[in-house]
């Protein structure tokens, strides 16, 4: 080969190592619905729980709500076979992956399955580190859904390296499997994970309170507010087939009726995946009624894809506004205060234009629109194109009222 070939050479291999990583398309144009055992029962799973979940996940509605991934997180790990082929634990899965994913499949659900770009994951069962190929091979012959991709035990390792080993692994294995990044956004994946992953987390783990950062000496956990907070600059990086993750659901899990709906309601208006962090079986009627908020869930899953903004904050009161398809916007007044809030709603207040994302105006001064409030279901009126007193609103303590802004044509 002459000098000439051998540089051409070089120069196709170099351009094929920063190619486009080639991620399953098509599996995110909204976010992701589902479930995951993490927030409730940590490590302690087993094929019952799972089972017993799908069934409920039918049951209960979820499903038909749009909640399809049951997704198992970490410690459903045995050991390596002798040719390193990861098995599910023995004791708690003793029928194995492959009957546990029919199972799902078989209640019209799809299954998920959680690991570790590390040596081992943070729990410390097997991780994937240099079993790439062979795990994503596993998971497709399991016929698993959705992998979750975590990020301890990663010392030195290059994160954008690391996703897209793990991106390629799942193509070549030849299922379409979602790819979702948990690397807590140590290294901002949201500015080049695009193309690797189908939605990244942005910050460290949720726990359930609604304003308290739990501080540990190496790690923190975030409240529900501490979750938006993180999200609200990262909106111009999501959209459809890759999302903005601030961590799974903690609602049902302990937090008042009117948390319960704060936290739903913003997770929908920042167009977050809806992963379900409670105990289905067993939740409240009025957790249930929270989670198939038919009205909210449109709001998340809307084909426009935008993640929603606080455009801003007034006497204590958060504005937030997301556009929709077709005209239509949803609103949040969110009150993160311990005490309520009343406010007075002049719609010429919020005439703006959403110039960082959809380029979209509210536009109060020249078009109507209808009002639906979300949580009560009632119709309240049109706004109005002129500035008028406006009508009164108390926002109750930590809480939300949530509109639909229907545009008349
Ligand atoms: C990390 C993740 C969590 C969960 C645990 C499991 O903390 O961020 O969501 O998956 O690991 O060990």
Known sequence: MNRRSV???????????????????????????????????????DEDVIKGIADAMVSSGLRDAGYTYVNLD??????????????????????????????????????????????????????????????????????????????????DVNARGAYRLMCDALRQAGRPIFFSMCEWGDNQPWRWARDIGHSWRIGPDIWCSFDSTRVFPTYVQCSVMDCIHRNDSLRRYAGPGHWNDPDMLEVGNGLTAGQDRAHFTMWC???????????????????????????????DQDTLGVQGLRLFSRD??????????????????????????SCTLDWQDFNFTDGEVSGRSTAFDKHIYKV????????????????????????????????????QK
Not at 273 to 287: E, F, H, K, W, Y
Not at 317 to 337: C, E, I, S
Request: charge should be positive; charged fraction near 20%; proline fraction near 5%.
């Open 7 to 45: 540089f051409t050479l070089l120069l196709l291999l170099l351009l094929h190592l920063d190619g486009k990583a080639q991620k399953w398309e098509g599996l995110a144009r909204t976010p992701q619905m589902g479930w995951n055992s993490w927030n409730r029962f940590q490590g302690d799973i």
């Open 74 to 155: 970490d410690c459903w790990h045995g050991r390596r076979d002798s040719d390193g082929f990861i098995q599910a634990d023995p004791e708690r899965f003793p029928h194995g992956m492959k009957a546990l994913a029919d199972y799902v499949h078989a209640r019209g659900l799809k299954l998920g399955i959680y690991s570790d770009a590390g040596t081992e994951t943070c729990a410390g069962r097997p991780g994937s580190m240099g079993h790439e190929f062979q795990d994503a091979l596993q998971y497709a012959r399991w016929g698993v859904d959705y992998l979750k991709y975590d990020w301890c035990n990663t010392a």
């Open 269 to 299: 208006m920042m167009a977050s995946p809806l992963i379900l962090g409670n105990d289905v079986r067993s939740m409240s009627a009025g957790t249930l009624a929270v989670l198939t908020n038919r009205d909210l869930i449109a709001v």
């Open 316 to 341: 204590g009161l958060d504005y937030w506004f997301k556009p929709l398809a077709g005209g239509d916007w949803a609103m949040a007044v969110l009150n993160p205060t311990r005490r309520p809030v």
């Open 372 to 407: 639906k409030n979300l949580w009560t279901g009632r119709m309240e009126g049109k706004t109005s194109v002129r500035p008028k007193a406006g009508r009164r609103l108390t926002v109750p303590a930590q809480d939300v009222v949530a509109y639909r802004l229907i545009r």
